[in-house]
């Protein structure tokens, strides 16, 4: 468990309060109280943060659809930093972190002088702890830090995306859905979700994916291929009850995999992986469908693999696996959720799988 050190300075009848914080959960806590109380001033890493009193003017006039648009509208920032880190852009990084620290704070202020109730409160806490976590990456990447920036930048992200679910659970769901957000025009709009674009113009890659599912940053090496194989990125929706999907893309180097080959067919790779899943991490490994026939990948052809297996945390879980070779380069893409909600989720792989494309 990573332990972050925070400092808490609370401003109360003119005397200040100084506080060392150990973890992620007591800052939630009280911010829950700052939320409550005059104006007071959180400083972490340096940075000073001012919560506006609740009850002022401005929630009167101050309609709800902006509380539950400024949310998104930050992840979809964070989301544009994220892919600039991966292309190894960090000024534009950390211009796109400080943009959504900018939309953060507008949000800090509209939460914390609405009191229309309601559920809305239930997601308070979030957006200063969100906040914090932006400036730690931006504070990390100016510093040279990028390890801990790639940390602080998906701890970020995740949160986000627990916000917005937060969000869209409260009493009125439906304008998180219907609004049409002036953000960002890379999105289009479907009877499932918004979609946003990933690109990652290091590998070439580039996929739809809903703009409510979070990403994460990946880049380690997974899979048979073991280190020719590398993990790029990953994309859920933070939803244990509605059966955690969970959607990855990633590439293998088949010159490393395959060694002594100067061409891999398509079912050599299919059988390769077929033997990794059948021995290594999925416990209870059942193999429902294989072939190299029945779908496409980027245009070329493409294996398909669906199996379930038992996972120790969520239990039953349902994946789909497709695999195509380009080059001397494999991409794979693969869509998992618990066995009772896998086709819930399907439609929106599917879209996701058929956007997937080698862009160079």
Not at 49 to 57: K, L, M, N
Not at 115 to 132: D, E, F, H, Y
Not at 251 to 274: A, C, G, H, M, Y
Request: aromatic share 10%; glycine share 6%; with cysteine.
């Amino acid at each position: 468990m990573i332990v972050y050190h925070y400092y808490l300075l609370i401003l109360t009848e003119g005397v200040v309060v100084r506080f060392k914080i150990l973890s992620r959960i007591v800052i939630a806590i009280l911010c829950t109280v700052l939320v409550f109380q005059p104006t007071s001033v959180v400083t972490q890493l340096g940075y000073t943060i001012y919560i506006q009193p609740v009850g002022t003017a401005a929630a009167a006039t101050t309609p709800i659809d902006r509380i539950m648009k400024l949310p998104i509208a930050a992840k979809m920032l964070v989301d544009n930093a994220i892919q600039e880190f991966q292309n190894n852009n960090i000024n534009n990084t950390i211009t796109y972190l400080k943009e959504a620290e900018e939309e953060l704070s507008s949000s800090l202020a509209i939460v914390g002088n609405n009191n229309s109730g309601g559920g809305v409160r239930t997601s308070v806490i979030q957006p200063l702890t969100i906040l914090l976590f932006v400036k730690s990456t931006i504070r990390s990447l100016e510093n040279g830090d990028y390890e801990n920036g790639r940390i602080y930048l998906n701890t970020a992200e995740q949160e986000l995306g627990k916000n917005i679910l937060d969000i869209s659970s409260s009493p009125s769901p439906q304008t998180i859905k219907n609004t049409s957000y002036t953000t960002s025009n890379n999105y289009k709009n479907n009877n499932y979700s918004f979609f946003s674009t990933y690109t990652n113009t290091k590998l070439g890659i580039r996929l739809q994916y809903p703009h409510n599912w979070i990403i994460q940053a990946d880049d380690y090496s997974t899979g048979a291929a073991g280190p020719a194989g590398i993990q790029i990125a990953s994309f859920y929706l933070p939803d244990v009850n509605n059966g955690l999907p969970f959607f990855r893309i990633g590439t293998d180097d088949l010159t490393k995999e395959f060694p002594n080959l100067q061409k891999v067919s398509i079912n050599q790779f299919l059988q390769r992986s077929l033997a990794h899943k059948n021995s290594t991490g999925f416990p209870g490994f059942n193999l429902i469908e294989s072939n190299t026939n029945s779908k496409q990948l980027a245009g070329n052809q493409a294996y398909t693999v669906v199996w379930t297996y038992n996972n120790p945390s969520y239990g039953m879980r349902k994946s789909i696996e497709l695999a195509t070779i380009i080059g001397s380069r494999a991409y794979f893409v693969d869509y998992t959720a618990a066995t009772g909600n896998f086709t819930k989720y399907l439609p929106i792989a599917d879209e996701m799988i058929t956007s997937f494309q080698k862009i160079v």
